[in-house]
C-alpha cells in the first residue's frame, strides 16, 4: 500500500521528495518495473539495429525507458524508437517494434 499523507516535516527532505515524486517513479508499482525493464531491452536492441554499442547502447536505453514516462502507454516508447531508427536512415515498421516489445514483455514476466 503507498503511503498517502506525506511524511512528517521532520523526516527530512529526502523523505518529503520522495513522496513528492510518487510511487511510479520510486519504483514501487511492478507493472511500471515490468515495463521499464521491458523498454530497456527494446533500447538494447534498438540500439544495436542502430550500429551502437557498449555504455552508448545503455544510455539510449535508458533514454526509452524514460520516453514511457511522457504520457500513458506504449505510443511514446514506440514513436520515440522510430524517429530514432528513421533519423538514422533506417526503416522499421511500428509493428516490427510493437513484436519486439511484446517478445521482450514476455521474456520479462517469464523471468
Do not use: C
Not at 517513479?25 to 530497456?40: E, I, Q, S, T
Not at 539510449?60 to 520515440?80: C, H, I, N, S, W
Request: charged share 30%; aromatic share 6%; net charge neutral.
Amino acid at each position: 500500500m503507498y503511503p498517502t499523507q506525506p511524511p512528517p516535516s521532520g523526516s527530512g527532505d529526502k523523505a518529503q521528495q520522495s513522496f513528492k515524486i510518487g510511487p511510479r517513479r520510486r519504483g514501487l508499482d511492478p507493472v511500471w518495473k515490468g515495463h521499464a525493464r521491458r523498454n530497456k531491452m527494446l533500447g538494447l536492441w534498438v540500439a544495436e539495429q542502430l550500429g551502437v554499442a557498449g555504455d552508448e547502447a545503455n544510455t539510449y536505453a535508458t533514454t526509452l525507458v524514460k520516453a514511457d514516462m511522457r504520457e500513458p502507454g506504449d505510443d511514446d516508447v514506440v514513436q520515440q524508437a522510430l524517429a530514432d531508427i528513421a533519423e538514422k536512415g533506417l526503416s522499421f515498421s511500428e509493428e516490427e517494434i510493437r513484436l519486439h516489445m511484446t517478445k521482450f514483455e514476455a521474456q520479462v514476466r517469464a523471468a
